[in-house]
């Protein structure tokens, strides 16, 4: 099977959608001209002229046009740069994508994806390394999707983008370069958003993660299974609505689980499972649930200083073994 | 470092003891070799001295709690010290866990089942859920989780122990389970018509319970609930136990003790002085060498026999029974057995019986004769095969040589297991120490 | 307008009344900008509207019964009770939604005007309502620079009613006419009487020309006055009632209209009369069917969370 990057992934996914459905555009800073600052809209532009569309700085604008294109009857895909930026046009995101359809009764559609590039990318700091899919999980009317690998990234993103209503479709800045396989158009399953994925089937312990988070998830299972233990492996993929029968299924099944997200473990999208999971199922448990997640700090620059900031597979190992 | 103080093991059948007394309290200075409490098992009370210097730092099981031996009852440390998370210590005692070896690659160090009562127990909620659908009761499981928690594993390797099996793995149909833990009934309190508990059961006991509520004050006032002692519960289960073991017989026969008391008195005479109990030990010893199937024992399908006869002698005390055994009674002169049965008697009254002298006994003596009782059917003290009851010697109107005479006759009263000792048998051995004890001359040939 | 006065003045009553809950914004002395602007509008062309907007839903058309129905909370109301006063919608004659989120409408208008003119290649014009109060958000920014850097079909209707909540225009801002700013991003920026609905029309109609020639967008500000609090139950301590209730005497656009009729354009009093008591029997009826109406089943508690 062919192997491509993350980034192509989500381009190919934009293409087709394009393609197939003329409404669909795409605006945002620095599409047009550069492809997207990390090259994910390379090549769009030339192929779908006047449908790529480079906006001034300008996030409520680019969040709030694309609600309101969505109410004039297109299919807009907006870019945030960074993810981070989100805040400047919270508004945009909480009062009024998220708000139109219910408030005015289910008149409106709002068929509309907001790509967030997200996570520590080595240096971004402070302004530019977050990962806020927690914010969002917590606002209904929004759904929330983060995919761990390039199949996931083209399926989930085609999922969105044919989706009516609003999505937030989080992707990971250093997942861009990762390359895996991905079947060619034929082949393709579609995803159904708010369907979680076992990756990897065991019985003594849940790990449940999704984008970059899968990484320590996948290397973790692998070093304990060199030690006899037995680690499913679950990737929520969709964060809001999220997926809790697959997850409660698979505590009734292991007893254990162990969370792990790249974001501040504080509030994090992690807390919503571990506190369903102790609601809906806690008389299954045989340990105390783990979560891993960054300190509660903004992120830091150095490097000596950014490095503590991250999750390694050895402490969900070290954590794991500590409960079995 | 403060020190653990265990359940003694005393001797090789015991498995759980009983907290008789604290003979220290906590804070107290305690010496190496001090006695520190006392501890009931089903056969005798033990005092336990303390094998380090330090102060009393804890006691985890009051007095009259009853717990599985190596479980740690208490601490001995520095004053002032911290006593250990009951997950550190990791005796012995902790039963295989299979999931543990499965699966887990190192299990944290096995907890015991040291807590105090009412102490919560630390487990985690599957390990609740588990044991509740067991009748486990959570407090007697040793956790092995981590931070000394009760995980699943130590639950479904618990094997409950052999006391506490009947009252503890309580077998009850779902549907009474559930109505049981619905209403919050503990399934050890009610009462199985047939083999387990089934629902009717279940009522019944509830509305048994509702009329002895309604029966008001009174009733409280004209009874008393008393937990049994240790040697109670043991007894309790030793005659249930061998009741339903071996089918009985008793047989009776009276001996004619003239020449016993003669015999009996010339010793006396050489400053020899034995008791009727003393004779007996000596001469009964004598008949079972030559009727092995009366001091056998039975196993499964197999008769064990003995080469060697231990002969218990039942000393009743003001809380119950002990039997020790006159080990190689068969083998011991008059005078050995004598000086062994007044020794044995004493450490019995005084509790203080050496565990090995409370068990290996091949056949029993039980004497009620100073009651004046004339007759009655002993219970066999398992796992022994035949028990000798011994009644009241009296002068009663005979006929010898067509002539009526006054004898002193007393009445001897054999129970035998007929699974191996057949009636004829039984009254041939009975015979054969009718005349033995009838020809106290017999003994030497 | 004069429906929007009575329905104003009937939805004041019965909030007072207790059987409105939540809370309502009137719109009783500024009819005639809606009413103008909405009259040079097709049915398909959209409008964002603001938390004071009963004015500019019914100006845009919507069904006068179901938007009292939605404003008394009913399930047969425009939003199926979901939306009240300050979230009211009728998409079917392109009233995009009111905004309970001050200068919330904005980007939603540019957007739709985007969608418009850029990817769905039709003519159809958006209108975004403002008060001075949100001319003061930032988002307006945002949307002018856009929309008139792409010379989208849009146009910005200020209404200059001289409150932003209890705070009056000038404590607040420096320009003497928002529509001053409309030159700083070379849009053209006209200023009207807004209690004269021939001027109003007259501004909108030719605004709506230039955006459909594909022109971009005018900014419009109606010059007016916010005769009621800023929300029902507003006890006004920032104002003297009746220095409020002379200007309303002075500038009432229901009392100028007879005089403000261009050349060619003539209603005797009875006919206005008639046209009055029409709009009141119009009103009374919708009061009465949205009284008639039952609240929300509970059932449709999760319903329009999502669309599946």
């Known amino acids: ?324 | 470092m403060a020190t653990e103080i265990f359940m003694p093991k005393l001797g090789l059948t015991m498995t759980e003891g009983t907290i008789d007394s604290w003979k220290k309290n906590v804070g107290d200075t305690v010496q190496k070799g001090e006695i520190i409490l006392s501890v009931e098992t089903d056969k005798l009370t033990n005092d336990v001295e303390a094998d380090t210097d330090g102060v009393l730092l804890k006691i985890l099981v009051p007095e009259g709690e009853t717990v599985p031996c190596k479980t740690v009852i208490g601490w001995i440390g520095a004053a002032g010290e911290a006593v250990p998370d009951a997950g550190a210590p990791a005796p012995a005692a902790a039963p295989e866990t299979p999931a543990a070896a499965a699966s887990a690659p190192a299990p944290a160090a096995a907890a015991p089942a040291a807590r105090a009562e009412g102490e919560y127990v630390l487990a985690t909620p599957y390990a609740k859920k588990l044991a509740k659908e067991k009748g486990f009761d959570l407090a007697r499981i040793p956790a092995t989780g981590y931070k000394g928690v009760v995980v699943a594993r130590d639950v479904e390797g618990f094997v409950p122990s052999a006391a506490s099996t009947a009252a503890e793995a309580v077998k009850a149909s779902p549907l009474a389970a559930k109505v049981a833990a619905d209403l919050g009934i503990d399934l050890k309190e009610v009462k199985a018509a047939h083999g387990r508990i089934l629902a009717e059961d279940l009522l019944r006991y509830i509305s048994e319970t509702r009329e002895k509520a309604e029966a008001g004050a009174d009733a409280a006032e004209r009874e008393e609930v008393k937990p049994m002692s240790g040697m109670r519960k043991a007894i309790a289960k030793n005659m249930l136990n061998s009741h339903m073991t071996s089918p009985t017989v008793t047989f009776n026969l009276g001996i004619d003790m003239t020449e016993m008391k003669r015999y009996r008195e010339q010793l006396k005479a050489k400053e020899i002085k034995v008791s009727y109990t003393d004779l007996l030990v000596k001469f009964v010893a004598k008949a079972l060498t030559e009727f092995p199937l009366l001091n056998c024992s039975v196993e499964d399908n197999k008769i064990i026999y003995k080469h060697y006869v231990n002969m218990g002698v039942a000393v009743a005390l003001d809380n119950g029974l002990v039997v020790p055994n006159i080990t190689d009674a068969d083998k011991k002169s008059l005078t050995e057995i004598s000086a062994e049965v007044k020794e044995l008697a004493k450490l019995a009254r005084e509790g203080k019986l050496p565990p090995e002298k409370l068990s290996g006994g091949t056949f029993t003596i039980t004497n009620l004769g100073m009651y004046g009782i004339e007759s009655f059917s002993p219970i066999i003290n398992q796992p022994e095969v035949a028990i000798l009851g011994v009644n009241t010697m009296e002068d009663k109107v005979v006929v010898r040589n067509g002539e009526i005479c006054i004898r002193p006759i007393m009445n001897l009263s054999l129970t035998a297991d007929h699974r191996v000792v057949d009636g004829s048998v039984a009254a041939q051995f009975l015979q054969r120490v009718k005349s033995l004890m009838e020809n106290p001359a017999l003994i030497l040939a | 307008m004069c429906t929007i006065r009575c329905f104003e003045e009937s939805v004041k009553k019965d909030f007072l009344n207790g059987e409105i809950p939540g809370f309502v914004h009137l719109y009783i002395g500024e009819e005639a900008i809606g009413t103008g602007i909405c009259g040079a509008l097709r049915t398909t062309d959209f409008i964002e509207s603001t938390h004071r907007g009963h004015g500019h839903c019914i100006a845009k058309g919507a069904d006068v019964n179901r938007m009292m129905a939605e404003i008394f909370g009913k399930k047969d109301g425009l939003c199926k009770g979901k939306g009240g006063s300050m979230h009211i919608a009728d998409f079917s004659v392109g009233m995009l939604g009111a905004n309970g989120v001050v200068g919330g409408g904005y980007n939603l208008a540019t957007g739709a005007a985007l969608a418009s003119k850029m990817i769905l290649k039709n003519d159809n014009v958006s209108v975004v309502f403002f008060g001075d109060g949100a001319s003061n958000r930032g988002t307006f920014h945002e949307a002018a620079n856009v929309a008139a850097a792409w010379k989208l079909p849009l146009i910005f209707v200020n209404e200059m009613n001289c409150w932003a909540s209890t705070t009056p225009y000038r404590t607040t801002t420096a320009v003497e006419n928002i529509s001053d700013r409309a030159h700083g991003y070379n849009m053209p920026g006209v200023i009207v009487d807004g209690q004269n609905v021939f001027e109003v029309y007259a501004a909108a109609k030719e605004a709506v020309e230039r955006a459909r020639r594909g022109e971009g967008p005018t900014f419009i500000e109606a010059k007016t006055y916010r005769i009621e609090g800023h929300f029902v139950g507003d006890p006004e301590l920032y104002r003297k009632k009746e220095e409020t209730m002379e200007i309303f005497h002075r500038t009432d656009p229901l009392k100028l209209f007879k005089d403000q009729c261009p050349e060619g354009i003539e209603f005797t009093q009875e006919e206005l009369d008639g046209i009055l008591t029409a709009a009141r029997a119009k009103v009374a009826a919708a009061k009465e069917y949205a009284v008639s109406c039952e609240y929300p089943d509970e059932s449709e508690f999760y319903k329009d969370v999502y669309v599946d």
Request: hydrophobic share 45%; net charge negative.
């Open chain 1, 1 to 324: 099977m062919r192997k491509i990057t993350f980034s192509e992934a989500t381009r190919e996914a934009m293409a087709e959608e394009m393609e197939k459905y003329p409404e669909v555009f795409v605006m945002g800073e620095d599409l047009a001209r550069q492809g997207g600052i990390f090259g994910q809209f390379k090549g769009l532009p030339a192929e779908f002229p006047g449908r790529v569309i480079d906006t001034p700085i300008s996030e409520t604008f680019i969040v709030g046009g694309g609600v309101g294109a969505a109410l004039g009857g297109a299919r807009p895909v907006v870019d945030m740069h960074f993810a981070d930026f989100i805040g400047v046009c919270m508004d945009e995101v909480l009062n009024q994508m998220a708000k139109v359809r219910y408030m005015f009764g289910g008149q409106a559609k709002i068929p509309l994806v907001l790509r967030a590039p997200d996570g520590l990318a080595g240096g971004g700091a402070a302004q530019h390394s977050q990962s806020v899919e927690s914010f969002f999980i917590h606002i209904p009317g929004i759904k929330v999707v983060a995919p761990s690998n390039p199949y996931d990234a083209k399926m989930v993103l085609k999922a969105a983008i044919e989706c009516d209503d609003p999505v937030l479709y989080f992707e990971n800045k250093v997942l861009y370069k990762e390359a895996a396989e991905v079947p060619e158009k034929e082949d393709e399953v579609p995803y159904e958003i708010g369907k979680a994925r076992v990756e990897r089937e065991g019985k003594d312990v849940t790990i449940i993660s999704y984008s970059i988070g899968m990484k320590n998830a996948r290397a973790a299972a692998d070093a304990l299974a060199k030690d006899g233990v037995s680690a499913e492996v679950i990737d929520l993929i969709t964060l809001s609505p999220w997926d809790k029968e697959t997850v409660l299924n698979s505590v009734r099944k292991t007893h254990r689980l162990c969370l792990v997200s790249e974001c501040v473990k504080q509030g994090g999208a992690m807390a919503e499972v571990a506190a369903t999971v102790a609601e809906e199922a806690l008389e299954y448990l045989d340990a105390p649930i783990l979560r891993y997640g960054a300190p509660f700090t903004p992120i830091p620059f150095a490097p000596t200083l950014e490095k503590l900031y991250r999750v390694y597979p050895e402490d969900l190992v070290k954590g794991i073994k500590g409960i079995l």
